[in-house]
């Protein structure tokens, strides 16, 4: 039987424009240990890498240089092109790089659902050509589908079968479809799911369906409680810009175990990247963030307005949305309510960038192009590109107490409601 490829409606994309966006950025390209052979069997691929580089690429990583204050691959050229494709072909180079931004989940239908990143301008902008027609293609580069995790739990060990765990995440969805916006949205979503799962049998093991449908209902009947603004960001809004948000920033995103070339003043950029931490936690402090073009003061913030209850907050409830669609958020055993932990993490750093892009360009209002971008920011870190085993105990930390301690999730919400 042929495997039935799905993918947005209309959406459209194509290589072009950006210029090499996905070269340059700090995070991890990998590749399978036969590609690494191959690359280090190749003596041109080790010139080009050098002995440094040829170690990073024993370890299935592409090894990156700095070059005006970004990381980029040792073999992007001056023009913006791969050095690795123009002299073996696109079939050469990393499965991972032939197949961006294109990702795939097999869905409960055992559909393959695409995973478009937005983090690509040619997916967020929808230009280029018509992707029903390359999802085959872009398929075989990236090799297989992700599956969907067959089970989720509950915070106290309570096991909801797929077709369970899919009931709440399609009430989800519909509140997420509502007017409200996104910050109120999640912030009901959580006291659901979590009156949701009190209302289960508790002293784990599987639920029944019975159980699951008296759970429902009990979860819905429950009033919701109002999501009142914050003047100042929460303390664990604070930690999270500055563990996501700060790493975002210049000397930050350039130390990483797979740069090579490294410089000679690594202590002095260590004592930086300390005090890009600090500015973002007391909210003063001039920064150099990713994807924002010019330095800026984080005072100036404030001067912004929040927008997550206007127009521009419909466009985070409809990439939410996607982000529950496109199914890579349950491709791993995780607790059903971390799914709404990452859409309101993702929310809250959505926000705070396009702010952060719009004070840095004098503004006191958010442009959609502001948001956009901060959706880009968002599947770097957080949805799409980020793997939880590879956060650091400080962020699992973070994520751990909010889960847990309602207070200050709500906090969380309300520094950008």
Known sequence: ?????????????????????????????????????????????????????????????????EKDHRLQCVFLDDDMLCSMQKRFGHEYIPK????????????????????????????RDNYGKPVDRQLKAKLQQRGDA?????ALATL?????????????????EDQLATDASPASTLARLYDWTAAFERALPQGGGRAADASVDAALAHASAEAPAPLEPRKRPSFYAR???????GNLCYPSRVREAHRVEKASWTELQALRSFGNKVAWMLGR???DLLFIPRPFKLQRVRTVDRFLAGDEGTVVKDYLRVVLQRRHIFSAPRHLLAAVLDLSLATVVISRFARCRAAADGRVKVSLED??????????????HAALSEQGKLMKNLRWLLLTKRESFRALLATEA
């Open 1 to 65: 039987m042929a495997t039935k490829l799905s993918s947005p409606p209309n959406q459209k994309f194509e290589c072009r424009d950006c210029p090499a966006r996905c070269c340059r950025l700090p995070w991890n390209i990998r590749f399978s240990s036969d590609e690494a052979t191959r690359y280090l069997a190749e003596p041109w691929v080790r010139e080009r890498a050098g002995d440094e580089g040829a170690l990073v690429i024993s370890r299935g990583v592409l090894p990156m240089r």
């Open 146 to 150: 992700e599956r969907m995790s067959k």
């Open 239 to 245: 930690v999270l810009f500055g563990y996501l948000l």
């Open 96 to 123: 991972s790089c032939q197949a961006f931004p294109f990702g795939f989940v097999r869905d409960e239908k055992d559909v393959v659902v695409a995973q478009l990143s937005q983090l690509c301008p040619s997916i």
């Open 371 to 384: 948001v956009r971008e901060g959706i880009s920011v968002a599947e770097l870190t957080l949805l799409s």
């Open 285 to 287: 402090g001039t920064v």
């Open 156 to 172: 106290s060990g309570v096991i909801l079968p797929q077709p369970q765990y899919l009931r709440a995440v399609k009430h989800w």
